[in-house]
């Protein structure tokens, strides 16, 4: 199965920028789509950006502009840019990917999540 643990959430001023990175590990074959969701108390999880394998990106419309994916296959990693932070940006920050197992069956793993607080 894959493992995800995320980095790099903290405290900014709005404004600001913070960069999150998730890192892939464990015993799989490939994987395909990563991408980042985020949770506020009482609300669902949504999509903030996800990326194919082949570099097809997808982002939320209150994100565009602003925040930018990206990864690294050679290393299982994605990353968030996050620019021009707004305090509705507050969240915690779930790392997600969609992996082929050894046995080529599809699965999907979420990170323990990262905090992300932009403070006016």
């Known amino acids: 199965q894959v493992q995800l643990v995320e980095s790099g959430g903290g405290l900014v001023q709005a404004g600001g920028s913070l960069r999150l990175s998730c890192v892939a590990s464990?015993?799989?074959?490939?994987?395909?789509?990563m991408g980042w969701y985020r949770q506020v108390p009482g609300k669902q999880r949504e999509l903030v950006a996800a990326?194919?394998?082949?570099?097809?990106?997808n982002y939320a419309d209150s994100v565009k502009g602003r925040f930018t994916i990206d990864r690294d296959n050679a290393k299982n990693t994605v990353y968030l840019q996050m620019n021009s932070l707004k305090p509705e940006d507050t969240a915690v920050y779930y790392c997600?990917?969609?992996?082929?197992?050894?046995?080529?069956?599809?699965?999907?793993?979420w990170g323990q999540g990262t905090q992300v607080t932009v403070s006016s």
């Open positions: 997600n990917a969609d992996f082929l197992t050894v046995l080529l069956k599809a699965g999907s793993s």
């Open positions: 464990g015993r799989f074959f490939r994987v395909n789509a």
């Open positions: 990326m194919e394998r082949g570099g097809t990106t």
